[in-house]
């Protein structure tokens, strides 16, 4: 059975930072390239970044956003997927998830999220 | 890239079939094949729903549909269940290993 299971959300100051964890069982993970998609409270889905599989250079994407702020890293040998999110804004407050990338960019599997709250 | 345009809300009764919109541009929905959709309720994860415009991951009812005509998707869920509401989002790739999501339709069994 594929699962993702975030970890590491919370409550921090503005202008902080924050490293969000992704650890995946049941599949493989290094054939696969793995997403972060946000939802601030009461609002849609926000895709925000997305790195590739070594096999295709585990090149990564970012939102407009987040771009220069936010940075995607994986670990093969672990099967986590990391977020490390820095000069936390705000408009940052969100549930974040992580999903795997499937067929025709889809986001075929997701985790149950982790909820990051930026205040003072 | 701006988010793909959703109606807020649809609503239909049980039995009924409904039909949700999603559109976007020349530069992501109408140059991929490559629309998605999702189905949320409330505080869950979303749940891909259909892939690649028409295809439906094992396990979705065919009760679940998708179609494609310029730069309007479209989501149609026919014999309307309780269970089936939600909200629903669309995702399409736009270029550049880049993806975007419609600001979500509120779909209601009445």
């Known amino acids: 059975e594929v699962q993702l299971v975030e970890s590491g959300g919370g409550l921090v100051q503005p202008g902080r930072s924050l490293r969000l964890s992704c650890t995946t069982s049941?599949?493989?993970?290094?054939?696969?390239?793995m997403s972060w998609v946000r939802q601030a409270p009461g609002k849609g889905l926000e895709w925000v970044s997305f790195?590739?599989?070594?096999?295709?250079?585990?090149?990564?994407e970012y939102a407009a956003s987040v771009k220069g702020r936010f940075t995607i890293s994986r670990d093969d040998s672990k099967r986590i997927a990391y977020l490390q999110m820095n000069s936390l804004k705000t408009e940052d407050t969100s549930v974040y998830y992580c999903?795997?990338?499937?067929?025709?960019?889809?986001?075929?599997?997701w985790g149950q999220g982790t909820l990051v709250t930026v205040s003072s | 890239q701006s988010a793909l345009t959703q109606p807020a809300s649809v609503s239909g009764s049980p039995g009924q079939s409904i039909t949700i919109s999603c559109t976007g541009t020349s530069s992501d929905v109408g140059s991929y094949n490559l629309v998605s959709w999702y189905r949320q309720h409330p505080g869950k994860a979303p749940k891909l729903m259909i892939y690649e415009v028409t295809k439906r991951p094992s396990g979705v009812s065919n009760r679940f549909s998708g179609s494609k005509s310029g730069n309007t998707a479209s989501l149609t869920i026919s014999g309307l269940q309780a269970e089936d509401e939600a909200d629903y989002y669309c995702c399409s790739y736009a270029g550049s290993s880049t993806v975007v999501f419609g600001g979500g339709t509120k779909l209601t069994v009445l």
């Open positions: 790195i590739r599989s070594k096999t295709y250079g585990g090149t990564r």
């Open positions: 049941g599949f493989t993970f290094g054939d696969y390239a």
């Open positions: 999903s795997r990338v499937g067929s025709g960019w889809s986001h075929d599997y």
